[in-house]
T-cell receptor
């Protein structure tokens, strides 16, 4: 069974601080996605990483895919209250035709 | 906004009842996946429909069933509701290619189901 473990589960920080959240698995995925979900809404895709070692930047967010395509990290620089939300990683396996989600990291950024 | 819509937005049922949830996929997409998201958890894959046929199923009992229509919209049916079925039900549409590749899936806002 493929599993994705996210850490930490919960993070509360002050505005302006940096943070990193992690997504780990013992399985290899053909691609990995990061989503952000607001209360009462569906997840919104932030980025997809496909190649082992790939690094993508989205403004203050930096995403990295592990060399073996089993893990990923999301780094936020100078967090803002608008970054508050549930951050989900999800792995996609072509053969399985399904997406496996982690349990998420709930981030709260205080002004 | 993703173009994926779901109805209803909220629903209250009692144990043993049946429920049907609906999803309209984004234009041009041929695949719909359904997920169950319990409070404080990540979404759990229920099943996927590709070209009107079930194309993969997660660890959910047969009382969870679905349909996909020629216009690629979809329904999720749950029979004999249990208290633990209370959750946010999300659908996501995507374009899946015959070769197995897939474009990004886009999620709807979800239907929040409460079973009393």
């Amino acid at each position: 069974t493929q599993l994705l473990e996210q850490s930490p589960q919960f993070l509360s920080i002050q505005e302006g601080e940096n943070l990193t959240v992690y997504c780990n698995s013992s399985s290899v995925f053909s691609s990995l996605q990061w989503y952000r979900q607001e209360p009462g809404e569906g997840p919104v895709l932030l980025v997809t990483v496909v190649t082992g070692g790939e690094v993508k930047k989205l403004k203050r967010l930096t995403f990295q895919f592990g060399d073996a395509r089993k893990d990923s990290s999301l780094h936020i620089t100078a967090a803002q209250p608008g970054d508050t939300g549930l951050y989900l990683c999800a792995g996609y396996s072509t053969g399985g035709f399904k997406t496996i989600f982690g349990a998420g990291t709930r981030l709260f950024v205080k002004a | 906004e993703t173009g994926v819509t779901q109805s209803p937005t909220h629903l209250i049922k009692t144990r043993g009842q049946q429920v049907t949830l609906r999803c309209s996929s984004q234009s041009g997409h041929n695949t719909v996946s359904w997920y169950q998201q319990a409070l404080g958890q990540g979404p759990q894959f229920i099943f996927q429909y590709y070209r009107e046929e079930e194309n993969g199923r997660g660890n959910f009992p047969p009382r969870f069933s679905g349909l996909q229509f020629p216009n690629y919209s979809s329904e999720l049916n749950v029979n004999a509701l249990e208290l633990d079925d209370s959750a946010l039900y999300l659908c996501a549409s995507s374009l899946v290619f015959r070769t197995g590749g897939s474009e990004t899936q886009y999620f709807g806002p979800g239907t929040r189901l409460l079973v009393l």
